[in-house]
């Protein structure tokens, strides 16, 4: 439930306001050099988006294991983040209500016990286990010559309401993934992808190359035919570099859209669990918006998904 | 890497052109009424959508095991369709042939041998053994009052070309899943939902609930507050059903965007297996739009999907 | 449940008195020769053991796909058995009855309802699918130069009634696995061998190397140290060729203790499911003596094992 | 490969040398009473074993995540043991040597590179992750009425030299599992037990009920005929409470060979990395016998497998 990957796995833990959180990444090849400086660059950019929450996340990333001499040793690689200024009390008013748009009602009916406290496990805290998870993925494409590129393509407009939350849209592109990358039927590149990318919190679109514009088109405008067929570059990428479930060798090019984030400074009506609705006011700190610290979330979950179908 | 699910599961096998295709259901349970009239059904479903090939594909599905007397055992169900009416020599000008947008080149890169007739492993026939194992999901939802409708939502606009294919969306509601059914994390409803749907062949896009529109909302439009507390029922559906990866009770929605069919009848230009083009008039036979019949194997993975974890 | 393996599979279905049983292979490498009369040779050494039963099993093994051209294509495997011969009435009485020994009770109870008809799912017929699967893999195996013989170790002496059945132990070596191959901790090469070999039917004991009779001694006597360097050829083989998990390139050895089969010709009191005892006279066929041919299911099971790992 | 379970599943990492070992839980049900104290007994009676080494672990267990309130949240469950009192200079000189017996040799082929210090990853020390995971799983099977108890059945005979080191049987027998837990054919409880068992460092032969005697025996002595059909006692256990994969309800027994610690106070000859023999006297602290301390692991292991198959 909380691990991801078949072969280069990632296992995460943790409560926002528990005290840590971490992972534990089991595949990750042996002698491939330890790149500590990129996981400090990757947490510093889910760090310092526009519109970063205020609370200050002093996010040290430890490692426990797997790394001998600066190699990893091909067992399991723990890391850790200490949970620091957890203010508790902000959220004390939240153990008897469920916010709505947020997963205290649904943690609540599938457990029926939850840690009411910023989120728990469902805060978007969870997602820095994923960036760790993301970095070391990024270690072993870069010696492969892979590069994973996001970015934002669309943001929601301005309602001129500067508490108010936005909604937008990220791209991704991944270069250098050989030819043959991937499985056929039901473990499709492009269904691993979907999967990866639709488990980041507030991912609720996904679609590869042309995407849902490819479902107003004919078949004769949409087939990639190849200009060069030295390196089988096709003239266009409709496809987003996946065919079959299989990657060709083209850029594999998809977009995720997501929604804003549900809680910001406005009052709104929470179900109390007596089954009762409470106006209430958000006291904690939210994100104006998130989409662009989430572009490293997005690469980290397609980096982690690419070396697990190359191992 | 052909088997779908993690407790309910299913395997499927097959070429287009060898003797069989069929699969085998795991972690079915046991007792379930088996309703041969329910798979005979839905491959009709499956078989005469607007559109439909000319082979006629005489699908007797057989069952193999698993159950005994009416009901199911609890042990693996196999099924087996005999392949007819194939016409092999159709194919023969493509064993050295890769077609624009087909899995042919990537399937030669992945395994360096394919079996070039009628697309081989990568034939749309391959969607009959899902529509299978869907239908025997559906009996196991059907007894606990849960059910799948899908639908066309949009078709590609004729270009007054009867000869050309057609890309659509297809919406897909699922009714009476309780709340509480999913996973945190990594092993979400909807990214469950998104790779068993983007696996179907052409799949290339997929939303939940208000899904791309989200992406241009602000938060206190997207969040879904609730109307009627006694039945946590919402005023918006914005999410889908479907919050932090679990079921919220609402209905699940979600659409999926197909790319057209990419072989019709016009010539294009195929890649030769030494590097060189050629022009290839398709002879074979192909949907000019596949849409319709895809509908009832949208639901097959919906239902498989939900089937999978409630067990 | 009904599947073997991770990344080379084998998924079994089929009971005893059914239409057919099979399996389907998923995970064989492409471009493997397949070799049809290894399949016949091995489904002949599990046939004719001595003591083998009178019921004659013409089991042709019909091959549905993943063969194209002499090769395996890398999809599915899928073969089926068709059951002949199946005298179902001679099973009639035992609807209501609970064989001592036997899965009777147990499957009940796992899933309230039974296939009574020769043991349904949980009889030794079960194994021809195994046996299948295992010369697919040794078709890998032959082309790597690893070679695996079981052979028949010990049996239970005659007591003078050739009436009643025996057990016995079967020893296996496993040649030509290079150093290196197995995981560490919980997915050890012993721990992957062990799980295979005791899901055998009636197997009850298993042990590698020096086995239970390394409990018995001192470290300095069980430690095997190198007399060859520069091939890592060590004096004695007390691990059976396994240290942490991992081969280290010696034989790799085990043995396996069979139980008799519990039904022979002699009256047994079985327990019926309203919870009275019954004298049952048997009347269905029975091995004798079934070590012989479960040789080559051992056999089997170790070569998927090894396969499974090297993939 | 460092994970353990389906449902419920241990994943561990940690080298016995770095910063510290420990382990995930995932999957253990929510709202389980959290007992501390179970771990730290069982962590107790794997350090105070007769002839425990000297080396002080003093193994404090701090729980991360997944408990809130003293009950558990169906989230991951993390921990952590930090390493002290790790004296790497002892080990300085087998940074070039492979001691026999050990993996040292199978690490480098699997790897290429390894931690020399203290066995690294391959150490015993990696058994006390397994001990929390099993203390966490008899907090689950203890509100179930589960038990499971082990004990030394058999130590190799002292040859008059306390320097030497002993193998051993430990004898396990789980009361209170109901019929009908484990599934049929390849993942069979004993199947299941076998594996866990075997993956314990040094396990060397595992059997069930009468194990190796059984190849000794005839049908009708075999086999276990009912004795109370109310409660479906049998007269003998010779099956070990396990029929076709799945308990019986009677008491599950297994025993457990282990060989004896390789390394001891005694020189032995080593390989060096360039294939050169070396005499090695080993300055590391070793246990002159470690099946008493063994007896809380062979707990752990059947207490997860007993869960992960009730989950």
């Given amino acids: 439930m909380n691990r991801f990957g078949t072969r280069f796995t990632l296992t995460t833990y943790g409560e926002s306001h528990g005290p840590a959180i971490g992972g534990v990444v089991d595949g990750c090849p042996a002698g491939v050099v330890f790149d500590g400086n990129m996981i400090a660059n990757e947490m510093l950019r889910r760090h310092i988006g526009a519109g970063a929450t205020k609370r200050c996340e002093a996010d040290t990333v430890e490692i426990l294991s797997g790394v001998f001499e600066g190699r990893t040793l091909g067992t399991p690689i723990a890391f850790e983040i200490r949970n620091q200024d957890a203010n508790s009390s902000d959220y004390d008013e939240l153990r008897e209500l469920y916010r709505p748009g947020h997963a205290d009602y649904t943690y ?18 969870e997602t820095a286990a994923r960036v760790v998870g993301g970095a070391i993925a990024k270690m072993i494409l870069r010696e492969k010559g892979i590069s994973i590129n996001g970015g934002v393509l669309h943001l929601a407009e301005s309602n001129n309401d500067n508490d108010d939350t936005k909604g937008g849209v990220i791209e ?24 990866a990318i639709m488990s ?43 065919q079959g479930g299989i990657s060709n060798g083209m850029p594999i090019v998809f977009r995720t859209a997501f929604h804003p984030v549900v809680t910001n400074n406005k009052p709104t009506e929470c179900m109390a669990v007596d089954g009762t609705l409470h106006l209430w006011k958000p006291k904690g700190r939210h994100d104006s918006c998130h989409i662009p610290r989430t572009v490293v979330v997005v690469e980290a979950m397609a980096a982690m998904t690419i070396v697990d179908l190359l191992n």
């Fill in 108 to 125: 609540a009916m599938r457990y029926g016990i939850r840690d009411h406290r910023g989120g728990g496990r469902a805060s978007g805290r």
């Fill in 172 to 195: 991704c592109t991944i270069t250098g993934v050989p030819a043959g990358i991937g499985n056929p039927v039901f473990d499709k590149l492009n269904a691993r992808l979907a999967a």
């Fill in 200 to 242: 980041i919190p507030s991912a609720i679109g996904f679609e590869m190359g042309a995407g849902f514009a490819a479902a107003k088109m004919c078949g004769s405008e949409y087939r990639d035919e190849w200009s060069d067929c030295s390196s089988a570059i096709t003239k266009t990428n409709h496809c987003g570099g996946i």
